[in-house]
């Protein structure tokens, strides 16, 4: 059985940081690629960034330079370093695994930014 458990999410003030975990069980964690995506009341979700089974990354254009996802494939574990969080940052974050023939989900964590 696969499961993605998301920590680290909470309420921060504007301009803080949080790093978001994701801890995989059940699968081959070094075959899938990872992904962090959010979703705000009202709003669709959307990909924030992902990071290919070769390490190769990507991010969403209102994240570049704040945000860092990396990964542990010895902990099986996906990370979203999130600096100078801004209040449109505010959402559930959701980690994904993805490969050809699978995607899972994670039950998400949610960041609030707020003073």
């Known amino acids: 059985q696969v499961q993605l458990v998301e920590s680290g999410g909470g309420l921060v003030q504007p301009g803080g940081s949080l790093r978001l975990s994701c801890a995989a069980s059940?699968?081959?964690?070094?075959?899938?690629?990872m992904g962090w995506y959010r979703q705000a009341p009202g709003k669709q979700r959307e990909l924030v960034a992902i990071i290919t089974s070769g390490g190769t990354t990507s991010y969403t254009d209102s994240v570049k330079g704040r945000f860092t996802i990396s990964r542990d494939n010895a902990k099986n574990t996906v990370y979203l370093q999130m600096n100078s969080l801004k209040p449109e940052d505010t959402a559930v974050y959701y980690c994904?695994?993805?490969?050809?023939?699978?995607?899972?989900w994670g039950q998400g964590t949610q960041v609030t930014v707020s003073s």
């Open positions: 994904n695994a993805k490969m050809v023939g699978a995607n899972y």
């Open positions: 059940g699968l081959i964690f070094r075959f899938y690629a």
